[in-house]
């Protein structure tokens, strides 16, 4: 994993609008943003104000409406679907909510996996990169089980060493506890921090304030904008505000 | 149960590609089933016209010669059988049918007419009454009467109506009196218009001309009756003082029902053909079964909700029960309308010599066929999903949890499309086999040429070609021919002989003299131009010529295969054979050709010129075969008017027919084949359509299923290729399978019909290989267009929770 000071992510006036039928949804506007190497960084905010769309948009499984996008230095607009797909293998390593560990594939084959769409490895170094991320996660006694056979913190375990086996520039996690209960959910957390004090970079998504403060540097969205702390807490007691407003008209229609 | 159905009704409509491959993939199926069904019910299943049909039976001569199949007996034997044999009720001779018989009518226009020659007995044993009028008497036969039954479809043509008895019909110049109308349900194969009485004369004293059918009496089993013809055989023999006719081990009588003997050469070919479409409809029902079970996946959700909401799990089975019915329903229905309009066209390819093609339609007996089939279809299909469906786990369904991750594989789905494939490839082998033999068939080295000929057949069932006018009159005809024709511009040459090439024609017993050597073979009576016309090769001496006339010493040529037979093939030239008391000094050797038909090598033959032909066997092939004219010339095949106003003019009482060019002649021998491939091309292409769809089915089932997952592995970084490849891998792995699996099957199925080919060989391994490549070909274009669809998967949506 590179462990220089320069920037991984730089993303300039990005934004990213939706288009159905007749509805047009702006799911992020005017976003800057810049994750160095080295950094740990948790984006939070309520459900639909654009955290994931953003984490796809960094991990380059979508792409920007406008704005500029540079990864490790290089712009990504250009980039063929060919290129886009070599670069997530290489560069970015995916932790997902719902683990979505292979189920045909035993434990060892799906940490594997991303090694197998690289070109010019062995299957003995595949192998080797594979058992040593899985040891570095705490897994490497459960080689060949298959995820079904596994706890859902096991399973998230063995999705964290699947995303550290390339040796990515980034990690990006998307509500990696979101499954988990409490107790795994904090081991979870503990072992992202353990590869952050080793170098990682990471880049996580979560609505849960407690894991947020997990992260060295915390950045919060509202309504597809990045906010500050400060207006984030504003914004939440307005909204708060509104809510306990609109449940005294109801109790009072009602008791009227 | 009337919501019930109809809620399954509305279900399925909103589920267009759920019904629409169901239904088509049924519809052909069942398209195919029900065109072949009504041709088995009209020329195989119908009974015969006659009461108590069963009870009928042929009795036939079985010759040693394996080319030769069941015959009839000397006029003599059948005499024998009809007045001493005591197991048959009624018992009766009769002749082959042929379209040798003048009619002439009042304006001395002559047509040819489909008859036979049959005695009391053989009325008596079919048991039909006449339409109108009588049947033939005892007293008819024995005194030669010159009456006729005629069909209700001639008495129609002639303008008779059901008046006709009693009307005088000038037949072969003779003059006859109507006195029945045959009954309309009156059938032989081929179609029979005229009836006239059976007399042994004419019959010929050693060929196995009479035929015999006879109504079983009471209590006689057909074996104990053929016992006695066996016995009755070998007494007449010995009466004769020498065997009837020359023995030899192997041959024989044989009795067999009569249904057997009429439709038996229809069954070979009907049933191949419905085996074929069998093997379509379960391919059908193989598609039906993949649908359902890939709509039940997609519909656990809703089974899960119902079942939360306490229906009993017998309800998934009246459920899938009830899809797999009104699928079937639709698709039977459907398969009905397509066939109504595809079995004309059907019928317009079959082989002529399918009997009973007229009788072949959609009526009421193959409708009955629809409800035992359309049952099978629903029974399998349901079974198929059954077998094939997954438990719903209600908990993790309700959820929204229970995804395709892992372990929800579809063995039965798989074993489905590869068993398709498999019976894709059987049926499209076989279809390759029969139309690698019939282009075999075509490409048959004749012995002759086909080019720029046109040929006709002339009936001389007129009195004056008969007996003693016989010899006069029919080379005073020949002469005349050749001199006008020859004379037509565009006309090269012209020849006349006692059958086209290809046809059924006449045989003699032939001796070596000084020898006990003697064999029935094929006899030809030529005019002098026969072989140059037809490009025959003369090996040795020289041809038949002009010379070659009575009175002048009689010359034969013989074909290499008679050579072969009875002389040393060198020393052929100038030998001596004898035929009908007569011996014949062999002046030529000529090329072997196709004589008979096209399966059948060359057999031995002998020529000689109609006018050394003796008077009775002229008389006799004037009246069993029709003369057959042939011209040659750039404008030989545009000539059938001038042929046809030439012989009006030169003979009013002689009609000519079956004008057509020798090419067609030799397409004619092909029609079974025909029909058969373009059957089973038929059904080999919709078999392959329909894998082709199943395997799209599943791969497209298998890309939902997987999609997530697919979405993961791009999300990693997966290169679309990977994607396809992933996707494609298992589509051309389980088409491989049932490549495999079919190549193997194909192989007794291959042997099995081995029969009909012609000269199979280790040449077809390359057909086989052809049709593995092709099927392989489409397979993989199915598996590429679910592959590219896969591809277009987004990887954004390893992100949603699924």
Redesign the interface.
């Known amino acids: 994993m590179s462990t220089s000071e320069q920037d991984i992510i730089q993303l300039e006036d990005l934004s990213k609008v939706f288009y159905t039928d007749e509805v047009e949804t702006h799911a992020l506007s005017g976003i800057h943003l810049t994750i160095r190497s080295g950094e740990y960084v948790s984006i939070s905010g309520p459900s639909g104000c654009g955290k994931?769309t953003l984490?796809?948009i960094l991990?380059l499984?979508?792409t920007p409406s406008a704005g500029s996008y540079r990864l490790s230095g290089h712009g990504i607009e250009q980039l063929t679907?060919?290129e886009r797909?070599?670069?997530?293998?290489?560069q970015?390593g995916?932790i997902?909510?719902?683990f979505?560990?292979?189920?045909?594939l035993t434990v060892v084959e799906n940490v594997e996996?991303?090694l197998t769409?690289?070109r010019g490895m062995g299957k003995q170094e595949r192998r080797d990169q594979a058992l040593a991320a899985l040891e570095r996660v705490d897994m490497a006694h459960r080689l060949n089980h298959?995820?079904?056979q596994l706890s859902g913190g096991q399973q998230q375990r063995v999705a964290v060493a699947?995303a550290l086996v390339?040796e990515p520039a980034i990690l990006l996690a998307?509500e990696p506890t979101g499954n988990l209960d409490s107790r795994n959910g904090e081991q979870v957390m503990l072992l992202l921090n353990e590869l952050h004090a080793g170098g990682a970079t990471i880049c996580m998504v979560t609505h849960d304030p407690r894991y947020a403060s997990f992260a060295e540097r915390q950045i919060y969205m509202y309504d597809g904008q990045i906010v500050d702390e400060e207006t984030m807490s504003r914004l939440r007691a307005e909204e708060e505000a509104r809510i306990q407003a609109l449940l005294g008209s109801r109790q009072e229609a009602l008791a009227s | 149960m009337i919501e019930f159905i109809s809620k399954r009704c509305r279900r399925l409509a909103r589920r267009p590609r759920l019904v629409v491959p169901a239904v088509g993939s049924l519809a052909l199926g069942s398209a195919g089933m029900i065109i072949l069904l009504a041709l088995i019910q009209g020329v195989l299943l119908n009974p015969l016209p006659y009461p108590d049909d069963n009870e009928l039976y042929f009795a036939s001569w079985r010759f040693h010669s394996a080319h030769v199949g069941p015959a009839g007996h000397t006029a003599r034997m059948a005499r024998h059988i009809v007045e001493d044999s005591s197991s048959f009720a009624a018992v009766g001779r009769y002749t082959d049918a042929g379209s040798g018989y003048v009619l002439t009518g009042p304006d001395s226009s002559a047509r040819s007419v489909t008859g036979m020659l049959a005695d009391d007995g053989l009325l008596a044993a079919l048991g039909l009454p006449p339409h109108r009028g009588r049947l033939f008497s005892a007293s008819d036969i024995d005194q030669g009467a010159t009456v006729a039954l005629i069909s209700a479809r001639l008495a129609r043509d002639l303008g008779l109506g059901l008046d006709a008895v009693g009307h005088s019909l000038r037949i072969d110049g003779t003059a006859h009196e109507v006195i029945g109308v045959l009954s309309r349900d009156f059938w032989f194969e081929p179609d029979v218009d005229l009836i006239l009485p059976f007399s042994e004369s004419g019959m010929g004293a050693q060929g196995h001309n009479t035929l015999v059918i006879g109504r079983l009496a009471d209590g006689v089993s057909p074996q104990a009756a053929e016992a006695e013809l066996i016995s009755l055989h070998q007494t007449v023999g010995m009466v004769a003082g020498q065997p009837l006719p020359p023995d030899s081990p192997g041959a024989g009588m044989v009795l067999s029902p009569l249904g057997d003997s009429l439709l038996g050469p229809a069954q070979r070919p009907l049933t191949l053909l419905l085996g074929a479409v069998g093997l379509l409809m379960l391919l059908a029902c193989f598609n039906v079964a993949n649908l359902v079970l890939a709509d039940a996946t997609g519909s656990r959700g809703e089974t899960a909700v119902e079942l939360a909401l306490g229906a009993q799990p017998g309800r998934l089975l009246g459920q899938r029960f009830s899809d797999c019915l009104l699928l079937s329903l639709a698709g039977l229905l459907s398969g009905l309308l397509l066939a109504w309009v595809l079995l004309p066209l059907v019928i317009a390819v079959a082989p002529v010599e399918l009997p009973r093609l007229g009788q072949v339609g959609i009526d009421l007996p193959v409708l009955a066929w629809l409800l035992p089939l359309g049952l099978a279809t629903t029974l399998v299909s349901t079974l198929l999903a059954l077998i094939g469906q997954h438990s719903v786990n209600l908990a993790e369904t309700l959820r929204g949890t229970a995804s395709?991750?892992?372990?929800e594989r579809s063995p039965l789905r798989r074993l489905l499309v590869i068993g398709q494939v498999t019976l894709s490839v059987v049926l499209l082998v076989l279809a390759a086999m029969v139309a690698a033999s019939m282009q075999r068939l075509a490409d048959t080295e004749l012995g002759f040429a086909t080019d720029q000929t046109l040929t006709a057949q002339l009936s001389l069932g007129d009195i004056r070609y008969r007996e003693d006018r016989a010899a006069q009159s029919t080379n005073q005809l020949i002469e005349k021919l050749l001199e006008e024709l020859g004379a037509q511009p565009g006309i090269e040459s012209v020849a006349l002989a006692s059958n086209l090439p290809l046809t059924r024609g006449l045989n003699n017993f032939v001796t070596r003299p000084g020898t006990d050597q003697g064999a029935s073979v094929e006899v030809r009576l030529v005019s002098p131009g026969y072989f140059d016309l037809l490009d025959v090769p003369i090996r040795q001496g020289r041809s038949l010529s002009a010379n070659d006339r009575a009175g002048s010493s009689p010359s034969m040529v013989i074909n290499q295969a008679m050579a072969r037979l009875l002389l040393e093939p060198d020393v052929a030239l100038d030998a001596t054979l004898s035929m009908d008391g007569i011996n014949w000094q062999v002046v030529g050797v000529v090329s072997d050709q196709r004589e008979v038909n096209l399966r059948a090598g060359a057999q031995p033959t002998v020529f000689i010129t109609h006018q050394q032909a003796h008077p009775a066997l002229l008389s006799a092939v004037n009246q069993w075969f029709p003369l057959a004219l042939m011209m040659r010339g750039p404008q030989a095949e545009a000539a059938g008017r001038q042929l046809r106003q030439t012989v009006q003019s030169l003979a009013p009482e002689v009609p000519a027919d079956n004008i057509r060019p020798m090419r067609d002649l030799v397409a004619g021998q092909l029609v079974l084949e025909r029909f058969l491939v373009i059957l089973l091309t038929s059904f080999g292409i919709c078999a392959l359509l329909l894998s082709a769809t199943g395997l799209f089915g599943l791969l497209e089932f298998e890309r939902a299923r997987r999609r997530?997952?697919m979405a993961?592995?791009?999300?990693?970084?997966?290169?679309?290729a990977?994607i396809v490849a992933g996707l494609t891998g298992s589509g051309l792995a389980w088409t491989l399978a049932g490549l495999a699996l079919g190549g193997l099957l194909a192989l007794p199925a291959v042997r099995a019909l081995e029969e009909l080919l012609h000269e199979p060989g280790l040449a077809d391994l390359g057909l086989v290989i052809s049709v593995l490549l092709v099927s392989a070909v489409l397979m993989a274009l199915a598996t590429l267009i679910s592959g590219l669809r896969a591809a277009g998967i987004?990887?954004?949506e390893?992100?949603r929770?699924?």
């Open positions: 994931s984490l796809s991990g499984l979508d679907q060919k797909a070599a670069i997530r293998n290489r970015v995916f997902f909510q719902a979505n560990l292979i189920g045909d996996l991303p769409y690289r298959y995820p079904a699947r390339g998307d | 395709g991750r892992g372990g997530h997952e993961v592995r791009m999300a990693l970084g997966a290169p679309a990977s987004r990887p954004a390893a992100l929770q699924e």
